[in-house]
Structure formats: structure tokens, C-alpha cells
């Protein structure tokens, strides 16, 4: 709702209400303008028997003022409201009979003597906040109708010849704060007049909204009803249809699945095949270095045949449980190399992590390599100590660690020199995952690898 400020005229998108506004507020404040002139007239007409008393000298120029003017004019603006030609002039004929009241009234107190001034005083005050509440002026109107009597007020006491200007000066004071009293109830009243106005044109505005887009709806609803009513028989035949078409949709998937889980399974088979044949070689061989490079390979075979185990034996094809891997693989290295001695221990910390298979494979190797380092070089001789496999994820990186408390790395260490325990293969199946490979550790040795998921 846009309106002035100072006059309360309705402003910008809105002002085309004000026409509507002025003859709906003209309409309905009728009854109450009429009622209050009634009421008016009235209190003019019983207090004429205050003069008798508080101005005996001057009653009959008190009753002159009251029947012969302030009554006739009161009982004019009765009749014109029934003029349906003064709706234009309105609110100036009742701006008129309130300044001639008002000025009845201050004739009334210059008349008075003084000790009888500050009673005819309180009836111009009451004119005043009469006018700017229950006559219902606008406030525009009752602001200027309200000075105007303060001004009247101002001037006539300014040229009392009687001594007692002073204090109806004084008395004007009083009057322009009452003055400004009714300016506030005035604009409040009319303001709040126009704000019940507005919401009831919105609320219009919205049932005739609603209204039209009922029958909008209504429209719509029974063409789509006919619309859907011819559909509906050929949505009928292509829902049976697709119905098919995802059944035979989902033996194909159960066929791919079966089928994967057979090449998996065959490729376990094979790997295994090949690490038998690798084993029966190795029986063969006497050379120990020999040996070893067989016997590390039969263990890159199995770190392989392990994940295609778990992938063929779980309901997801997709991705495999690195805990259950790595502890198993672990596990199997770990006693490879560790035959009939207790002098070394492997314990592991896995975090539950599923990963897809591309990734698991190499990291599985990288177990391979990184555990058969920590069991060949990290303790030489007799020497005892602890291997160790952790697993952990936090905030989408993974990081696989393989620590040991030997006797670390020698000085001067490159992992990138040929014979560099294997790490160089670490290096490349790390880039392969896309991950981070660092060293650190003191006193032993521990080798990270973080990759995001």
C-alpha cells in the first residue's frame, strides 16, 4: 500500500484507488456524520442552559449565537448529506459549519466574562477533537478546519481590549497542542480507513482471482479429463509393454551378473593355476634368488586371486570390502615369508571401506610389495619386531599405511635407484590410483599412501 505521507492520498501503482476510495468512504461514514451533527446540535442546544448561569448579562447574545447560527447550520449540513449532488463539496460544507461553530464559540468565551471563559474554552477544544474524529473528516480537511479555529482563537484574544489577552494567549497554547492531538487522531483514523479499504479491494481482487482461475481450471480439467480418457487405453497397452521390456531389461542384467561373476570366477581359477605351476617350478629350482623372485611372484598371483575370491563370493560385483581383503592378504604374505618363527608379529587397524575394482587390485599389490620389504629387510638376522597394516578414511581420503619398527632405512636412501627394495613398483601402481606415496619414520620405517575416493 503506497500512500503520501502528508496527505494520505494513495500514490504510485496504487492511485488509481483514490477516486474509489473517497466515494466508498463518503458512503460509509454517512450514518455516522449524520449522527454526529444530530449529536452536536444537541450538546449546542442543552449547554444554552449554562449560560444562564455563567453569563446571565450576555445569555440571550449566547442563545442568539447558538439557535439563530451554530443549530441552523448543523441542521443545513443534515439535509445537504441527503443531497447526492454535494458528494463533490462534502467535506468543504463540513469544514464551513465547523469553522463557523468554532467561531460561534470564540464570540461565546470574548462575551463571557472572564471567570467564565475557561468553561465556554473546554466547548471550543471539544469542537475541535470533534472535528477531527467523529464528524469523520479527512485529514487533510480536519487539519485545516482545526487551525483555522486555533487561528480565529489567536487573533481575537491577541486584540482583547479587556486585560485578559494574556491569558487566552496563554490559552492558545492549549489549543494548538489539542490542535495537534486531533491531527493525530485524524490521520490515524484515515489512515487506518484506507488500509481496511486496500485489504478489502486485495481480498476482492483475490476472490476474483480465484474465481477465474476456478473456471480456468474447471475448463481445463474437463478438456484433459476427454484428453486423458482417449489416452488412458494406449497408456494402458505401452505400460504392459514396458512391463515386459523391464523384465526382459532385468534377465539381462541377472545374465551380465552371472556372467561376471563366471569370468571372475574363472579368472581366480587360472590365477591359481598359474601359482600352482609357479609353485612346481620353484621345486625344481636350488638357487635361493631364484626362489625368492618365485615366490614373490606367486604372492603378486595371490594378492589377485584373493580380491577375485571375495568379488565372486559378495552380492556386489562392483566394488569389494578392502577390510576383509587386506586382513586376509595381509595374513597370507605375513606367513609366506614368516615359516616356523615367532620373532616377528603382524597386527592390523582396518577401517570398513568399500572400493571399486580397478583401484583395489593395485592397492592390494602395493600391500604385496610394501609387506615382503618390511619382512626381507626391516629385520635382519634375528632381530625381532612388529609389522603393522593400517586403514583408515576421514573426509573422502583413504590412506593405507605399512609400519614397522626395524631398523629403517639406510642412509642416503633413493627410492627411485635400481634394487631400491621394490618401492619404485609402490611408486608407479600409486601414480596408477592417483594417490600420494610418502616415507617417514623414526625409528623404522612407515610408508603412506593417501588417494581421494
Known sequence: MHLNPFTLAFSGGDGLLENEFLDDHYLSSLKEI??????????????????????????????????????????????????????????????????????GCIAMILRAAPEARAVYSSGLILIVIFGCTVLRLRFIWGTGAAWTIVMMYELSAAGS???????????AFIFGAVAVIGMIASYSIERDARKGFFLRKQLEKGREDVRRTNDELETRVRERTEVLEHVNAELTEEIAGRHKAEEALQNTVLEKEMLLKELQHRVKNNLAIISSLLGLEMRKITDEKARQVFREA?????????????????????????????????ATVFRTYI???DRLS??????RVSLDVKRAVPLGLIVNELLTNAV??????????????????????????????????????????????????????????????????????????????
Not at 632381530?383 to 597394516?389: C, F, L, P, Q, S
Not at 573422502?396 to 609400519?403: D, K, N, S, V
Not at 619398527?405 to 635407484?417: I, K, Q, T
Not at 590410483?433 to 610408508?447: A, C, H, Q
Request: net charge neutral; charged share 15%.
Open 161 to 171: 481590549p479587556d486585560g485578559q489577552g494574556i491569558v487566552q494567549l496563554g490559552n
Open 339 to 341: 615359516v616356523g618363527s
Open 346 to 351: 603382524l597386527s592390523t587397524e582396518l577401517a
Open 298 to 330: 606367486q604372492t603378486r598371483i595371490y594378492s589377485m586371486s584373493t580380491l577375485y575370491d571375495q568379488l565372486f563370493s559378495s552380492g556386489d560385483p562392483g566394488s569389494i570390502d578392502l577390510r576383509g581383503y587386506l586382513d586376509k592378504l595381509a
Open 376 to 453: 626381507k629387510y626391516a629385520f635382519p638376522g634375528e632381530r625381532a619386531g612388529e609389522i603393522r597394516v593400517e586403514l583408515l578414511e576421514e573426509d573422502g581420503r583413504i590412506t593405507l599405511a605399512i609400519a614397522d619398527n626395524g631398523v629403517g632405512l639406510p642412509p642416503g636412501f633413493d627410492m627411485n635407484a635400481p634394487g631400491s627394495m621394490g618401492l619404485p613398483l609402490v611408486k608407479m601402481l600409486c601414480e596408477q590410483i592417483g594417490g600420494e606415496m610418502t616415507l617417514s619414520g623414526t625409528p623404522g620405517n612407515r610408508v603412506s599412501v593417501t588417494f581421494t575416493r
Open 34 to 103: 449524520r449522527a454526529s451533527v444530530v449529536l452536536g446540535a444537541v450538546i449546542i442546544a442543552l449547554f444554552a442552559v449554562v449560560d444562564s448561569y455563567l453569563a446571565p448579562a450576555e445569555k440571550f447574545t449566547m442563545w442568539t449565537i447558538r439557535f439563530a447560527v451554530l443549530i441552523p447550520m448543523a441542521t443545513l449540513l443534515l439535509l445537504l448529506s441527503y443531497w447526492k449532488g454535494i458528494r463533490r463539496y462534502f467535506h468543504l460544507a463540513q469544514v464551513a459549519v465547523l469553522v463557523i461553530t468554532g467561531a
